[in-house]
């Protein structure tokens, strides 16, 4: 068995002012910094981590890094688990792509599961490269514990695939900052141990 806690990264601006973040490598903001301090005292209370994985934007390093740091052990860059690929909408607001691709941004929210983003990626296609990710993982490290720092979006098709949910739930999952799951993985089957755990946050 494989036990992972897979994390949202910390706050940044763009959290506060809905955009289309992507690959955009936005830093932590003050209040993402002290979210990622919160989850390491958590993940060190909680946990004896082997390895720490990350996606290689700044914003999951950076929470990963915290997260590393009590163990003393490095974070591993992990390309599987990077931000979706939002292509022409990166760095714009609903509002803005809705002026421009007002079909496509109408299906994102209701029928997520049938877009391409235009110049980016399906959820499909992060479905298929984090659950790659994640099968190498639970090879290296059977019967070990670890940390993965991810991003909401490429973190709620994992925990769809976990739990054998479509990815036209993809709405009907939260994925707060710096939100804390856990699930095993034993031979072919994942289970699911917690969701969107936020309690650490309460400062």
Not at 51 to 67: D, F, M, N
Not at 139 to 155: A, F, P, Q
């Amino acid at each position: 068995m494989t036990r992972f806690i897979l994390i949202r990264h910390g706050q940044t601006d763009w959290n506060r002012i809905e955009r289309f973040r992507g690959r955009a490598d936005v830093p932590l903001n003050e209040t993402g910094i002290k979210q990622a301090e919160a989850t390491a005292r958590r993940v060190a209370a909680q946990w004896q981590p082997v390895a720490v994985y990350s996606s290689p934007l700044g914003r999951a390093l950076k929470t990963a890094e915290a997260i590393a740091q009590p163990f003393q052990i490095p974070v591993q860059p992990l390309a599987g688990v990077v931000d979706i690929d939002y292509g022409d909408w990166q760095g714009l607001t609903p509002q803005e792509v809705g002026e421009r691709w007002p079909q496509e941004l109408d299906a994102w929210y209701n029928a997520p599961q049938t877009v391409r983003i235009p110049g980016g990626e399906s959820l499909a296609d992060l479905r298929q490269r984090g659950m790659e990710a994640l099968s190498q993982l639970a090879l290296r490290h059977d019967g070990e514990t670890i940390v993965v720092v991810g991003h909401t979006v490429i973190n709620r098709v994992i925990l769809l695939a976990v739990m054998g949910l479509g990815n036209e739930r993809f709405w009907r999952i939260h994925q707060d900052t710096c939100a804390i799951n856990v699930f095993e993985k034993d031979s072919e089957e994942y289970t699911l141990v917690s969701l969107n755990d936020i309690c650490h946050l309460l400062f």
